[in-house]
């Protein structure tokens, strides 16, 4: 039961370090690593990226990230498949827009927690079914959710404030008087979000009720003769998943897109968060990030290789074509080769490289001996 979360939190085992060589790169302490990347991320990036990068790449990875984080917390962890995670961001991103717009002097963060809420519940009523359903059943209920909020929204003007195009201008970004209006505010921002939901989820994931996710996942039957209670733990699965992909909606709209209308989460979108998850790693928060920078970054490389070997004929028709039969080949070449994602490449990598300081720190000390 206890092996999932052990592959979140640390890398592949690898070979003792010898003495007098480097200490092992496995040996660092579980918080080294993110508190390097937030290093990074906050100290380097900022003055570093370009407005594209920000607008184009960072942002959108960041948001996709934390969508990938909250349906692992589910499909990965809990072990229940969901089709409709594009329907709970939209759930967060409307609700976020109405409460600034209902309820004017709302804080933004507030606004946020409570569309969050809102998704939270709209998450829980479609995780019903999970009581009684699995696999691929329940994949099929929660489809459902995708098409009934993108119908619900188009359908009553109310969500979109009875604008005429559905399409609804994002508010400002105002937090504490602090105005994030620049792309690399706007990055600051959706980072900070982002970090603050990843790092309490990976803590749930460490604690008892984690560890009944995972029992579920394994053996329903296991975990319910040993006293787990499914039922009320599958909708928890169900409602922090929401939850925090509401965040990632509410993300998604107000600060990358900076619009919010149905047509930004629709389906395709749902199969874009699963794919991430697929490629990153299946039950590891540290796959959510690689596999979203994988999704993000992929079209972009697709992109300069064709139109550099094919010129003009490299259009966007022939890219998103191109696109989709690429990254369907990856994600079967994943299935059949590295189950486990690109997590488990990058531990191998790790371990690589360990045994490569090893062996040229080693080599010194028998010369002069």
Not at 267 to 291: C, E, H, N, V, W
Not at 309 to 322: A, I
């Amino acid at each position: 039961m206890n092996t999932a979360v052990s592959s979140s939190t640390a890398p592949s085992p690898v070979g003792r370090a010898l003495p007098g060589t480097l200490p092992s790169l496995q040996r660092w302490p579980v918080w080294a690593t993110p508190l390097a990347g937030l290093i990074v991320a906050y100290g380097l990036i900022p003055w570093l990226a370009t407005d594209y990068w920000f607008d184009a790449i960072l942002i959108p990875f960041l948001a996709l990230s934390l969508a990938a984080v909250g349906l692992n917390l589910l499909t990965g962890y809990a072990g229940q498949l969901s089709l409709g995670s594009a329907a709970f961001m939209a759930v967060g991103a409307f609700a976020a827009y109405n409460f600034n717009l209902r309820l004017p002097g709302l804080p933004l963060l507030v606004s946020m927690v409570l569309a969050g809420g809102v998704a939270t519940l709209v998450g829980v009523a479609f995780g019903l079914p999970s009581l009684r359903l699995r696999g691929f059943y329940l994949a099929v209920s929660t489809l459902a959710a995708q098409f009934f909020v993108q119908w619900a929204l188009t359908k009553f003007g109310w969500f979109s404030n009875h604008n005429a195009s559905g399409v609804i201008d994002a508010p400002r970004l105002v937090v504490a008087g602090l105005a994030f209006d620049t792309p690399v505010l706007r990055y600051v921002f959706a980072l900070s979000v982002v970090s603050v939901l990843t790092a309490l989820v990976w803590r749930l994931v460490h604690t008892p009720t984690g560890h009944h996710f995972i029992a579920i996942r394994d053996n329903e039957l296991a975990a319910r003769v040993t006293g787990v209670p499914v039922l009320r733990t599958k909708l928890l699965a169900f409602a922090i998943s929401s939850f925090v992909i509401g965040v990632a909606g509410v993300l998604w709209g107000f600060v990358y897109l900076r619009t919010v209308e149905p047509a930004g989460f629709n389906l395709d979108r749902s199969f874009q968060i699963l794919f991430i998850i697929i490629i990153g790693g299946l039950s590891t928060i540290r796959g959510a990030f690689l596999g979203a920078a994988l999704i993000v970054v992929f079209p972009l490389l697709l992109s300069r290789v064709g139109q550099f070997l094919f010129g003009g004929w490299f259009d966007s028709g022939v890219l998103d074509l191109s696109q989709r039969i690429v990254l369907g080949l990856a994600i079967v070449g994943f299935l059949i080769a590295e189950p486990q994602g690109l997590v488990a490449l990058w531990s191998r990598a790790l371990a690589r490289t360990e045994r490569l300081l090893a062996r040229h720190t080693r080599a010194p000390a028998q010369a002069t001996s």
